[in-house]
Every structure is written in C-alpha cells, then in structure tokens.
C-alpha cells in the first residue's frame, strides 16, 4: 500500500519544507512535490495544513497519566479547604475505595487561607475510617491522614534511605513523606493486578496521541511492582494494543534492584527491539523538587536557610549504580533539579566514561538550577539534557526566592544549551504537567508562563526558536534514546510518525503555540487519532 500526503506544508528541518511525501509500509519512501511522487494507492489532501514529526516526550510517566485519570484530581484545589472538600466529594462518589487517593495539589497555588504544605490534620478532615494518600504535584511529597500512619505502624526508630518520614517538634510523624520515603506511604495503596496496569497505559496512550505524542521515553517501572508493569508492557506490544512506541526508563535505587534487573529482564531478548518496545535506560533520582524544596542545591535556599534539600542518594551510590550499569551497557538518566544535584551526576558520568566522551549518550533529566561553569561541563563532556520547559510556568513564581537571581539567570538554559552543541531534548514530566508538548514549546520559545507573564521573557538569553523547540521535542528526544537513524524526521527512511496540526506553529504569534491543537496523528502509516 502506498500512501501519498499532498498539498502541505511539511517540516523537514529548519527553513526547509515539503509539500507531499509518500508512505509505504509505515516508511516515509520519498518527499518533495506531488507531482514527483509517482502513482499511489491512496492520497490524503493536507488542504495546506502544518506537518510535524511526532512528538517523541523524552521523559514521561505514561502508566500514571492514565492511572491518574482515575483518582482524586487535586489541581484545582486553590486552598486547603479545596482540597479537602474536593477529597471528600470523590469519597462520597467512591465509597467503596479502600485507600482514598488524590494527587495534584501545590501550595504555591493557594490563593486563600493558610499557604503551606498539607499535614495529616488537614487529611484527617477527609476521613478518618481509611487511609489517605494526597501527593503533590511534583511527586516528591505525599501526605497521609492518621489511619495511614498508624497503619504503617511509624515508630520513633523508623528511618528510610534517602528520604525522610517528617515529624513535628515532639517527634510525631506530622504525616508527610518525602522523597525515598513516599514508597512507604504507597505501600497503603492496594496492589495492581496486570490487568490493572494495562488499562492504564492505554488510557495515558489514548491520551497522548490526541496530542501529537508517538514515541514516549517513560519512567514506569520501580521497585516491587516493575515485574507487574514489564509484563503489561509485553502483553500489550505482543498483541498490537499500544497506539504509540514506548522505551523504559526503569528506576532501581539501589545496587541489589539494579543487579537483578540485569539478571532478569534485562536478558529478555524475546520481547524487545528497536521500532516499539525498547529496553532504554535506568532511571536514577539524585534529588527532589523545588517546589518542595528537595532539589539538593550546593548552597542554602535562599528563602529556607539551613536547608540545601534531599539528597536521594548519596555520591557514593549514585557513583556505583552509574558504574555498573556503564559497564553492562545500559545508558543513564538521572533526575537532578538542583545544582548540587546536577554537580554530583555530572561526577558520576564523566568517572564513569573516563573522560569527554559519552558512548552510552548517558542524560541529566530536569537539569533545571545551573551554573554556567556547569553548562561548561555539559558541553565538554558531551552529556544528554531532558528537560521539561513547561515547569517554567510555575517555577517562574518561585525560582527567584528559592535561589537567588544570579543562579535563576543561569539556570533552564534550554537555547543555550542547544546553540552550544548540546544534545537537548524536551518532555513533559506528565502527570507532573500536561504532557501537551505546545504549551512547553510555548514557554522554550517565549520563556513566559502560561499567563504571559514575564512581559519580555525571563532571561530570554536562552529562548529557543520554534525550529529549535520542535526539534528537541522530535529529533533531539530520538538521538537521546538511540533511534535518530529512524525517526524524528520526516525524510526518506524515516517512520511514517507525524501530526497534522491546526495552524501553522512557525509564523503563528508565539503567544498562539501553546493553543496549537493537533488534527491528526499518525503512527507507523496509520492514522491512531482524528479530531
């Protein structure tokens, strides 16, 4: 079957486009005019729309996006009376639940009453009868009622790795996890059967390709529950159910995880290969978040002296992990938002590749709080950066306060980087934020919240162009996974994967990008969505 797409304007590379192209066998054979491309089976009239590569979200989590749609949907809440009464209107629609869960909510959002974090009072109003579990939209902080912390059965004594139980002046668990210690708290959560699982991924997949996304680099599997989720993901690839092509990015913290993993799944030949399940990267988490103010910083936040965050885990770890999986050939992406953070990973690889080069294409995911002697480091050491410009449009209402001006005007150096030779890509973080990709090429272009806000931009220094941002977010994220040799690009031996959209993002008003909506997505040849 041979596919003609005519009448377009079809985006190649920077300040070069196509009108048509042709498609065989889910490969794009030939692009150019219409007229050159030959007898087809079947053609589709464009009707001059605006034809990107698809979307490929360098780091996402595609089974929470859809495991979320199901919970208690916090971020509306604009008080902690939101919350609570929102948590309390999902358990009277749910009855039955055994664990009530909710998860979204920022206080930095708060525009009345008291602005602070949640603490086990204010989850004690939900409901007293079962446990509570309210994460925050960052996902590195959970608060539970009482019933949840007596049901853990939290003693003076208990202590987690790389994250902290949090207690008030009388050493009374106050009902907030952070970090390593928010698994403890999930543990309240009934288990997913496989089942369960795979209708999440196809939720979140449903999802993402009514936004243009074809290809998601996602962190799902983690801990005791990544045998369950490895095999939702076969059955899923092995019976043609997934819309989209996926690569793991698998988190094990610890030395033991990890060397099981490569015992295990890691030796599964079977089930993996290059086009739509790919065995990816191990993911790693250095720190936690701003908003939280567990991103580990080398100096104090500037608005909590005495606190420089949470370290997940120590040098000495992260230094191990970097090095085993080195020498087994799995590539690393490690999430680090403070600059103490981004200091220690940036250590790790370059110990670990025993200089400037980087054959495993090892990343700094989130890369937000920089130096620039550290963007140095990047380029000269040829490391991959994931980041995710649509946190500038909360981060900008902090960043200052947390850090101080001169590190906030170094930091989320998103054209900079790429104008350096840096090898940038762009994700969502999803469900952290939407993983629609045009609000975060809104804000990589402008450097402005969704508001508008900066007038101007803030340090615009290191906008990007729109040519730029949607090649991080399409070929960029394809060279950080590997496959740049056959997607990303809509060219000749490349996969048919691409999104049709409903304006054109290169001459519309930038303030515009973040309204794109997408018409059409393809994948592999085939159309997967249709407005």
């Not at 196509?18 to 089976?41: F, N, P, R, S």
């Not at 200091?343 to 025993?354: K, L, M, Q, S, T």
Request: hydrophobic letters at 35%; proline letters at 4%; glycine letters at 8%.
């Amino acid at each position: 079957m041979r596919t003609h797409l005519v009448n377009g304007k079809i985006y190649v590379n920077e300040d070069h486009f196509v009108e048509a192209l042709a498609i065989e066998d889910g490969m794009i054979v030939q692009i150019g005019h219409a007229e050159d491309l030959g007898a087809a089976d079947q053609t589709f009239d464009l009707e001059g729309r605006t034809v990107l590569p698809g979307i490929n979200d360098s780091h996402m989590h595609l089974m929470s996006v859809g495991s979320t749609m199901t919970i208690c949907d916090l971020t509306p809440a604009r008080s902690v009376e939101d919350i609570i009464r929102l948590a309390r209107e999902f358990h009277e629609a749910h009855p039955d639940i055994p664990v009530l869960y909710g998860r979204g909510w920022n206080q930095d959002y708060f525009t009345s009453g008291d602005v602070r974090l949640l603490d086990r009072n204010d989850a004690d109003q939900i409901t007293t009868d079962i446990p509570v579990i309210l994460t925050r939209v960052c996902g590195h902080l959970v608060t539970t009622n009482t019933y949840g912390i007596e049901t853990l059965d939290i003693t003076d004594s208990t202590v987690v790795d790389g994250g902290e139980i949090e207690r008030d002046e009388n050493g009374t668990p106050n009902g907030r996890f952070n970090e390593n210690a928010i698994y403890l708290a999930y543990t309240l959560l009934p288990e997913k059967t496989v089942e369960d699982i795979e209708d999440d991924f196809l939720r979140g997949a449903e999802y993402a390709v009514s936004v243009g996304i074809t290809s998601v680099q996602s962190g799902d599997p983690s801990n005791e529950e990544a045998p369950r989720i490895f095999e939702a993901l076969h059955n899923l690839y092995r019976e043609n159910r997934m819309p989209l092509r996926y690569s793991l990015q698998q988190n094990f913290q610890s030395i033991e995880g990890l060397r099981n993993f490569l015992a295990t799944e890691y030796q599964n030949d079977a089930d993996y290969g290059e086009r739509w399940l790919r065995r990816g990267a191990l993911k790693l988490f250095k720190d936690g978040s701003l908003g939280a103010r567990t991103a580990e910083m080398l100096d104090d936040y500037a608005d909590d002296p005495g606190n420089r965050g949470v370290e997940a885990m120590t040098r000495e770890q992260i230094n191990a992990l970097v090095t085993l999986a080195s020498e087994s050939g799995l590539r690393c992406v490690t999430h680090a938002i403070g600059d103490g953070a981004v200091e220690a990973v940036i250590d790790a690889y370059v110990a670990a590749n025993g200089g400037t080069e980087n054959p495993l294409r090892h990343g700094i995911n989130h890369c937000q709080i920089t130096r620039s002697e550290q963007l140095d480091r990047i380029v000269e050491n040829n490391l991959a950066i994931l980041y995710q410009p649509i946190f500038l449009d909360y981060d900008l209402q902090i960043l200052e306060d947390r850090v101080g001006e001169e590190i906030a005007r170094t930091s989320y150096a998103f054209g900079t980087l790429i104008r350096r030779g840096a090898h940038v890509s762009f994700g969502s973080d999803s469900p952290v934020e939407n993983c629609n990709p045009f609000p975060g090429i809104y804000c990589a272009v402008t450097r402005q919240r969704i508001d508008g806000t900066p007038a101007g931009g803030f340090a615009p220094e290191h906008s990007c162009t729109v040519a730029e941002a949607v090649d991080a977010y399409t070929a960029g994220s394809a060279w950080n996974e590997g496959s740049e040799n056959f997607k990303g690009r809509l060219q000749e031996g490349q996969v048919a994967d691409l999104i049709v959209l409903d304006r054109d993002i290169f001459t519309v008003d930038p303030a515009e990008i973040k309204d794109i909506q997408v018409l059409r997505t393809m994948v592999d040849g085939e159309w997967v969505f249709v407005r």
